[in-house]
């Protein structure tokens, strides 16, 4: 029964907090909340024991029948297998971390119980995701994190702009989900089954390498990660996401729904293998999105929005490796992902916090002594999305994937070239925060300094995003490959076109030195402002550059002019509704009729006569006729 | 000129009928139109006793007994109206009880 309880959890503390949250206290609702996903990550960890005790063999369990009619039957069942090991004691043990900073984040906020209602089902939901062992059940936690989004992006529904940008995300995450529910029909119509085994089992032998349909299976499910997990060109709603209270930033960047379309993508690696052009697309994507991102992330203002952007360029780099084929390196990635974006998301909460809910980054300054506990974790939570060599996971995670996308069969010199591009720029717009927020003069008084419960998640992640890289070593630096190897039965293993010691320390040289220099030129741009970075800065055009960077590459006003205004503009030439007009002249019809008919009941007896005598000898005339006639 | 008896009987009920009916579309009297009802019944009698005569078959004789008796009741219940209507109306132009407009 265990697996089952992993989901089942989160989803029964959900239902208590959805029905009584306005009835039981404060302290009631904390217990609920956090314990149940405390309980929900030790049963995890205890299913994961299993699985490793078994010799990592999947542990599926069947719950109950969902659906059966003729040649279809889906059931509630979950697969506990390598990947989703993974991926649920991410969800869980990160998921855990980010309730118990809630609880002292959203400590005065009035609904406080709906908040973790919503945060229970969103786990919830992620976990039935990452375990279903048929794609029906997969969509079920797949469009559940997506009402989960919605409702705590529009958590503050008081202010129309909240709503808007949950409504944003809702909508424009569906585009993808349109897609993947095609190509969810067209996996069932070709191999008769939605079960997740049974189809990476039957692609093999229905299709060869590159055939047109899976190929077409291939980029509809692609279409559905790049919605869910915000890349290019669905990436728009992410930044506008952070309309939510922060705990559910980082919930959505690091543990749940962004990595859902890594987790698909992964989970469905077969198909992707049969069909090059689709991982080919799928890595050009990631590369787009790294860079795009970064640029944008470069000139924000607002704190939370680097960070937005930063989780877009951070999950191309994971796409990135999955187009290339190195699946375990974009799940490895992930995993250092959801530990120092978690931490970097509750630091800069604590930091809004602090400054009563301050996120102009332009407006802070010179934290590092008012909040020395916050510097530190966000210091190593920024070094470890950097990638400063050798200390932080983040170098051992980015840097197989640096090296993945140039030496692996599907790598290519762009993607590597692109990679290098994004390690520069992530050096520079993490830098450029932490110069902005911690250095230079102090500029808003500090209001509340964040309490242990707040803190103590930091720390706990500042370590994680330190250590959890020394699971997996390049070849350069020991050759430990723990995390590839527990990957392994499910997950193939990356095809190697160059091997060569060199050229990997070459590439981890270059990406070292570009990240290192990244934040000299933050160094140089925010604090020490030399006359070439003014000059640089004052160049002409460039203004106009940052605005366009700042608003995420007009994909917006793209998106308006595409979409938004054609469609409001075809609805204003059809306000009076051109298909209605038919109706309405049936119904006008029908009433003229009725009151021709009221017409002939004019009360006058005689009238009445008249009309059965004249029915009465057409009745008569008709019958005559035809007997005669006949 | 020699006419078949039946059909001179049926020729008889057809015009008392059409007499009835006519008198019925243009009279305004109420009464009037009673008795050119009445006229009308009698006239389908007629023909009902006619055809039984015809045929050897008493079905007919038995058919105007009907017609009787319904008559009967009709005038009374129409006696009945047109007493009411004339205490509302004061009138017997049928053509002014025409309350009952749709």
């Known amino acids: ?630 | 000129m020699n006419i078949h008896p039946t059909t001179a009987g049926l020729l008889l009920a057809g015009i008392l009928f059409v007499l009835g009916l006519i008198s019925v579309l243009i009279r305004r009297n109420i009464i009037f139109m009673l008795l050119s009802v009445e006229i009308m019944l009698n006239a389908a009698g007629l023909a009902f006793v006619v055809a039984a005569s015809h045929w050897g078959q008493p079905d007919g004789q038995v058919m105007f007994m009907f017609i009787l008796a319904m008559a009967a009741a009709e005038v009374s219940v129409g006696l009945a109206l047109i007493l009411q209507l004339y205490h509302q109306l004061r009138t017997l132009d049928s053509d002014e009880a025409s309350r009952m407009k749709g």
């Open chain 1, 1 to 630: 029964m265990l697996p089952a309880l992993i989901p089942a959890i989160p989803f029964f503390s959900a239902c208590i907090l959805m029905l009584w949250w306005k009835r039981i206290n404060h302290t009631a609702v904390t217990v609920i909340a956090c314990g149940s996903i405390a309980l929900s990550s030790l049963v995890a960890l205890i299913v994961a024991a299993t699985v490793a005790g078994h010799d990592r063999l999947p542990l599926v369990q069947h719950v109950w029948q969902w659906l059966q009619v003729p040649g279809f039957t889906a059931g509630i069942d979950f697969r506990m297998d390598a990947l989703s090991v993974v991926f649920t004691l991410v969800i869980t043990i990160v998921g855990l971390l980010i309730h118990v900073y809630a609880t002292g984040y959203m400590q005065e906020d009035e609904d406080y119980g709906r908040f973790f209602a919503c945060m229970n089902l969103f786990v919830g939901s992620m976990l039935v995701l990452v375990m279903a062992d048929n794609l029906l059940l997969l969509y079920l936690g797949w469009e559940g994190v997506g009402l989960c989004s919605y409702l705590l992006i529009g958590f503050w529904y008081k202010d129309p702009a909240n709503g808007y940008a949950a409504r944003k995300a809702f909508i424009v995450t569906r585009v993808g989900d349109t897609a993947m529910a095609i190509a969810l029909f067209m996996l069932y119509q070709y191999t008769g089954t939605l079960n997740i085994p049974e189809i990476l089992q039957q692609v093999g032998g229905l299709w060869t390498r590159g055939d047109g349909v899976i190929t077409l299976i291939a980029l509809l499910l692609l279409g559905g990660a790049v919605g869910k997990s915000a890349q290019l060109p669905l990436q728009t709603w992410l930044p506008d996401a952070m309309a939510g209270p922060t705990p559910v930033s980082a919930l959505i960047h690091a543990a749940t729904m962004v990595t859902a379309g890594v987790y698909l993508i992964a989970r469905m690696h077969s198909v992707f293998e049969l069909a090059p052009a689709a991982q080919t697309t799928t890595a050009v994507i990631g590369a787009a999105t790294l860079v795009i991102a970064g640029f944008s992330a470069l000139v924000q203002t607002d704190i939370k929005r680097v960070l937005a952007y930063s989780t877009i360029s951070q999950i191309g780099y994971m796409f990135l490796a999955l187009g290339c084929g190195a699946w375990s390196a974009a799940i490895f990635h992930f995993v250092t992902h959801a530990f120092f974006k978690a931490l970097l998301f509750m630091g800069a909460g604590a930091v809004i916090v602090a400054l009563h809910h301050e996120q102009d980054m332009f407006k802070m300054g010179g934290l590092r002594k008012l909040l020395p506990g916050v510097f530190w974790v966000f210091l190593i939570g920024s070094a470890s999305l950097t990638a400063i060599p050798f200390v932080t996971a983040g170098f051992y995670s980015k840097d197989q994937i640096i090296w993945l996308s140039w030496s692996a069969a599907g790598g290519h010199t762009g993607y590597w070239l692109a990679g290098l591009l994004g390690a520069l720029l992530t050096g520079m717009y993490t830098f450029r925060m932490v110069f902005l927020v911690f250095y230079g003069e102090v500029k808003t008084k500090v209001h509340r300094i964040p309490g242990s419960v707040m803190m103590m998640p930091l720390y706990i992640l500042a370590f994680l995003s330190t250590v959890a890289g020394f699971i997996e070593l390049p070849h350069t630096l020991g050759h430990v490959t723990l995390f590839s190897n527990w990957l392994q039965p499910v997950l193939p293993a990356v095809e190697i076109l160059h091997e060569s010691l060199a050229m990997e320390w070459l590439s981890q040289l270059i990406s070292a030195v570009l990240a290192l220099g990244g934040i000299w030129l933050a160094w140089c741009w925010v604090i020490q402002k030399p006359r070439g970075m003014t000059e640089f800065l004052s160049m002409p055009g460039q203004l106009w550059l940052q605005g366009f960077w700042r608003r995420g590459w007009d994909m917006d006003a793209l998106y308006d002019a595409l979409m938004v205004k054609p469609f409001v503009y075809l609805s204003d030439i059809n306000s009076k509704d051109l298909i209605d007009k038919i109706y309405t002249g049936l119904a006008q019809l029908m009433e003229w009729c009725h009151n021709m008919m009221a017409r002939t009941q004019s009360g006058v007896l005689r009238w009445y006569i008249m009309g059965v005598v004249l029915g009465a000898v057409a009745v008569l005339s008709v019958l005559i006729w035809r007997l005669y006639e006949v």
